[in-house]
C-alpha cells in the first residue's frame, strides 16, 4: 500500500485493484478518518484527514479481509441499445449473447465521478472503446460499457459510453436516505426483461 | 420574510459553506468560491459562518425587501445604491420595507456576495442550500421573478468587523500525487511559467493559458478521488485549478495543489489577468 500526498490535508492510498478500492473505503468511512472518503480506480482519497498519524495507524490494520461485502441491487434492463452489435464485435460473439453475458456478470460499484450517483460498475472481463464521437444526449436509465466498466446514466446528459440498453430505475434521488442507488460497496445484477 | 429579484447580471447564485462528506457519491462540495467575502457579508449583518448568500457575478443585482432587513455587500467591489441612494461597501446596510438594493458592476474582480440578516433560506439539498453547476445539485439559479425566503436574523448587524479580505499574492503550491507525471519538479516549473486566465474558467476550474507543463505521458490515470485547488493537467499541458464545483474523480494527473487560503483569489480573477504561482513554505 503506497501513499501519496495531496496537498496539506489529503492523503491518496494506492491499493491493488477495484475491489480493494471499495473495500478499503468501506472500511474507513465510519471510522471519521477524513471529511470524504472517496475510492477510485486502484486508490482511495482521504480528503479532510484530522489527524495524519491516527490514519497512517488504521491503514496498517486494515486487510481486504476486514470488510464485508455491500448489500445487493437488482436492475431490470431492456436490452435495446444502439451500441449492441459495437459490443459484439469486441466481445468476439453475436449480437444476441451480449444481453445474456452482461446479465450474467456479478457487478459491484467501485467509484462514482461523472454525475451525482453515476457509478462506474466493475466486473467485466472484456473491454470496449468510448464512442469515437460522443452522443450529445444519452437518455436517463441507459446502461452503457467503456473500458472495462458498465455504468448507467443517472440522467440524460452527453456521453460517449456504448449503450446496450435501459433500466426505468431511479439512480439518483437526493431526497432519499441513500441519494444513489449504486453507492460504492454495492453489488449490481441486471435482469433482462 | 421575502426578497424579490428585480434583475439579475450574468449569474446569480445561492451559495453557503458547501456540501461536505457526499464526494464519495459524485457530488462536487460547491459552496461559496470567494469564502473570506461570503464570510464577512455574513458577519456583518450577524449571521453564522454557514447561512447563505448570494453569489453574484459581474453585478447587476436588484432585490426588493418586502419587509425592512439588514444586507451586507462584500467582495468584488461595487456600487451599492437602495433606492437611488448611495449606500456604503463592505457595511452593514439597511434596507426598508419595500425599498429597492441595485448593485453596480465591479471595476475590478467577478464575484459580488450580498449577505441578508437571517440568511437565505432556500430548502437544504444534502445539508447545503448552495446551487452546485457542475451535477445541478442544490437550488437553481436565481431568476428575474424569483421570491427569495430569508430566515429569522439572530443577532444585531456588526458595525466594524476584522479580520478584512486577506491581500492577494502568488497562488501557494504544494505537493500533488502525480508530480511524478510532469518532466522536472511540477511545483517548480508552475512558479516559473507565466500563466493567464482563460475566459473558459469557471466555478469548475481556473483554465490557465501559458507555456504547456512536459508530461512524460500523456496516457490516463485509472480515476482517482480529487481535492479542492488540485492542479490537474490534462493531455494538452494547460493546468487547470479545480475550484468548488470540481468533478469529485477524474483520470488527469494532479501534479500540485494549491493552498486553499490563497482559492478566494481564484474566484476574483478575470480572464486575461495574470496568475503566479509560489511554492509553499512547509507545514
Not at chain 2, 183 to 198: E, F, K, N, P
Amino acid at each position: 500500500m503506497q501513499t501519496r500526498p495531496v496537498g496539506r490535508h489529503a492523503v491518496l492510498v494506492e491499493v491493488a485493484s477495484p475491489q480493494d478500492a471499495v473495500a478499503l473505503a468501506a472500511w474507513a468511512r465510519p471510522r471519521g478518518l477524513a471529511g470524504e472518503v472517496v475510492s477510485g480506480a486502484e486508490t482511495v482519497l482521504f480528503d479532510g484527514v484530522g489527524d495524519a498519524q491516527a490514519l497512517a495507524h488504521a491503514l496498517g490494520t486494515w486487510t481486504p479481509e476486514a470488510t464485508p461485502p455491500g448489500p445487493e441491487v437488482e436492475l431490470p434492463v431492456v436490452y435495446d441499445g444502439p451500441d449492441l452489435e459495437t459490443v459484439a464485435a469486441h466481445w468476439a460473439c453475436d449480437p444476441d449473447e451480449v444481453p445474456a453475458r452482461h446479465a450474467a456478470t456479478a457487478f459491484v460499484s467501485a467509484f462514482c465521478g461523472f454525475s451525482p450517483g453515476f457509478a462506474y460498475l466493475s466486473g467485466l472481463t472484456g473491454s470496449v472503446p468510448r464512442l469515437a464521437t460522443p452522443r450529445t444526449r444519452v437518455p436517463a436509465g441507459s446502461v452503457a460499457l467503456a473500458g472495462p466498466w458498465c455504468g448507467v446514466y443517472p440522467v440524460a446528459s452527453p456521453g460517449g459510453w456504448q449503450v446496450v440498453g435501459t433500466t426505468d430505475a431511479t439512480l439518483w434521488d437526493a431526497r432519499r436516505v441513500e441519494p444513489a442507488l449504486l453507492a460504492p460497496g454495492t453489488r449490481v445484477r441486471f435482469v433482462a426483461r | 420574510m421575502t426578497l424579490q429579484v428585480v434583475a439579475t447580471g450574468p449569474s446569480v447564485l445561492v451559495q453557503d459553506l458547501g456540501r461536505l462528506g457526499w464526494a464519495h457519491l459524485g457530488v462536487p462540495r460547491s459552496g461559496a468560491l470567494d469564502l473570506p467575502a461570503a464570510g464577512l457579508a455574513n458577519r456583518l449583518v450577524g449571521n453564522p459562518a454557514e447561512a447563505a448568500c448570494l453569489e453574484v457575478l459581474l453585478g447587476g443585482l436588484a432585490l426588493s425587501a418586502e419587509r425592512g432587513v439588514w444586507v451586507a455587500v462584500t467582495g468584488a467591489a461595487c456600487e451599492v445604491v437602495v433606492d437611488g441612494r448611495q449606500r456604503e461597501f463592505g457595511s452593514a446596510v439597511r434596507v426598508a420595507a419595500g425599498e429597492t438594493l441595485r448593485l453596480g458592476r465591479p471595476a475590478s474582480g467577478l464575484r459580488t456576495y450580498v449577505a441578508v440578516a437571517g440568511g437565505i433560506t432556500v430548502e437544504p439539498v444534502l445539508g447545503s442550500r448552495s446551487t452546485d453547476t457542475l451535477g445541478q445539485v442544490g437550488p437553481p439559479p436565481v431568476r428575474v421573478g424569483d421570491v427569495l425566503p430569508v430566515g429569522e436574523s439572530a443577532r444585531a448587524p456588526v458595525a466594524v468587523d476584522t479580520p478584512r479580505p486577506p491581500s492577494a499574492g502568488p497562488l501557494r503550491l504544494l505537493a500533488g500525487p502525480r508530480a511524478d507525471r510532469v518532466v522536472g519538479d511540477a511545483v517548480d516549473l508552475l512558479c516559473r511559467t507565466s500563466y493567464t486566465v482563460s475566459p473558459d474558467s469557471d466555478r469548475i476550474g481556473l483554465r490557465l493559458v501559458g507555456e504547456p507543463l512536459p508530461l512524460s505521458t500523456t496516457a490516463e490515470l485509472p480515476s482517482e478521488g480529487v481535492v479542492l485547488g488540485a492542479v490537474q493537467v490534462p493531455p494538452d499541458g494547460r493546468p487547470v485549478v479545480f475550484l468548488a464545483d470540481h468533478p469529485t474523480t477524474g483520470g488527469y494527473p494532479v501534479v500540485a495543489v494549491v493552498d486553499e487560503r490563497d482559492l478566494w483569489q481564484c474566484a476574483q480573477l478575470r480572464p486575461g489577468e495574470a496568475v503566479g504561482f509560489t511554492r509553499a513554505a512547509r507545514g
